[in-house]
């Protein structure tokens, strides 16, 4: 039987259609945009930066501005000017700012093709990595929410193939692009921050001229910039010493879900207080919940918000190591857990019902392979340590981002939003594994 070579140009159209259809589908079944507590609070936040436009409202001590800004200026444009995103007068702007992050999400696979391209997988693996990562619905899921996730995905590929080619291509001008990709992805997401500090180190490993490599220490060192000035702008504008206060209400989760002794936080009589209570109430650990339940003030006082930062701070190092071991014994089940605001609802159609449920649970008793990443993790640094190669260095540069995403998060989260947050290494995992063990196994037919 004669075999069927497809080119790289029909694989990427074949991958395309089927992005762009299933994404058509899902939005049949499901049209309406996915909303929450979050949705709310980047909708005002994002209106106030364009009514008011100043650093004092850009810089949030709250949010980082790019998703609240990206919300708000296609409301603006759509001529939705009003207060409430839950009222029926939204609605068809809540589908067009999800169908444009579906346009994205569809840019975001080809940026997935793009970096397979440039670690040389074969086409037969570039179109099954591809079709499985278009089809993921736990990561096209997110596109019709109005949440970052919306976002994050392509702008962790973004970053990760303009990585690719500053190693390949590597000129001040690409490393000035790969540095503004840096910068979207911590403005989009605080939890990217130590994007450039786990990818930079792989760039300067690879380069040999004395030049290229001063280049990308200035890179490395102004990365600390934006954070920086971030930080200082809060300490300025609101008397707040941190990126996003709702960091250190996911810490105060984290503590409570953990059940970390709060002896060394006394000082703080109020939370000391209060979360001693809340634990003999058996009340949990959603932290918003523990905040709506005393004081819903909170959100609007800066002074209590900033004590919450010190008390949250003051346990976790007082509680260090006991701290760090439950956090990071907890990323089996992390990464394993289906994301509980999930929900397929039925739409009109009741075939594509069934078929995005039966999508989804299969793709969900995939989550344990995410396991394999961390036996994986020192091969793919030995692989590069043995010989030095663009796809070698690539897999130990994505491996060193999902080890970081996945440690960060469970380190200041709590498991609610393991799945949402989890969502946009989910393509990385996929590449990390398949490749890793591709490498490995030339070494044992000897060719590596």
């Avoid at 810089?59 to 001529?79: D, H």
């Avoid at 040389?120 to 019709?144: C, D, K, Q």
């Avoid at 346990?315 to 006991?322: T, V």
């Avoid at 393991?418 to 590449?431: C, E, K, M, N």
Wanted: proline share 5%.
């Amino acid at each position: 039987m004669k075999q069927i070579h497809l080119s790289t140009y029909v694989i990427i159209a074949l991958v395309l259609v089927f992005a762009v259809v299933i994404r058509i589908l899902f939005s049949v079944n499901q049209p309406n945009a996915l909303m929450g507590a979050d949705s709310v609070g980047y909708y005002q936040l994002g209106t106030e930066m364009l009514q008011n436009p100043s650093p004092e409202t850009v810089i949030n001590e709250f949010r980082t501005p790019f998703y609240p800004l990206f919300l708000a200026s296609i409301s603006t444009l759509s001529g939705f000017n009003g207060p409430d995103i839950f009222s029926q007068l939204f609605e068809p702007v809540g589908k067009r700012i999800s169908d444009i992050q579906s346009v994205l999400g569809i840019i975001g696979v080809i940026l997935f093709i793009s970096l397979l391209l440039r670690m040389g997988f074969s086409n037969t693996y570039i179109l099954i990595l591809s079709l499985l990562t278009a089809g993921n619905i736990l990561v096209f899921y997110w596109e019709r929410s109005l949440m970052t996730e919306g976002l994050a995905t392509t702008t962790l590929l973004m970053s990760l193939v303009l990585f690719a080619h500053a190693l390949k291509i590597p000129t001040t001008k690409n490393y000035v692009y790969l540095w503004i990709s840096y910068v979207i992805n911590f403005l989009l997401r605080p939890a990217f921050i130590l994007l450039p500090f786990v990818t930079i180190p792989f760039l300067f490993l690879a380069v040999k001229k004395q030049t290229e490599k001063t280049k990308i220490i200035i890179m490395f060192l102004v990365s600390f910039l934006i954070p920086l000035i971030y930080v200082a702008g809060n300490s300025v504008y609101h008397g707040y010493r941190g990126i996003q206060h709702v960091g250190d209400i996911d810490a105060l989760g984290r503590i409570l879900e953990l059940n970390i002794p709060v002896d060394g936080g006394t000082s703080y009589t109020f939370f000391y207080e209060n979360v001693e209570d809340y634990r003999r109430r058996g009340g949990g650990f959603d932290a918003f919940r523990f905040i709506d339940y005393y004081d819903p003030s909170i959100y609007t006082n800066t002074a209590r918000l900033n004590e919450l930062q010190a008390f949250t701070q003051k346990i976790i190092l007082h509680n260090l190591p006991l701290y760090t071991t439950k956090a990071l014994s907890t990323i089996p089940q992390a990464l394993t857990d289906r994301s509980p605001y999930i929900e397929i609802v039925k739409g009109p159609v009741f075939h594509l019902y069934m078929f995005f449920s039966g999508l989804f649970e299969l793709y969900s008793a995939t989550l344990p392979f995410a396991l394999f990443v961390f036996p994986l993790y020192p091969i793919a640094l030995y692989l590069v340590i043995r010989k030095k190669s663009i796809k070698r260095i690539l897999l130990a540069a994505i491996g060193s981002v999902i080890i970081c995403q996945i440690c960060v998060t469970v380190f200041v989260v709590y498991r609610l939003d393991y799945g949402r947050l989890f969502a946009p290494l989910l393509p990385l995992i996929l590449v990390f594994i398949v490749g890793t063990l591709q490498e490995l196994l030339q070494i044992k037919k000897g060719a590596g």
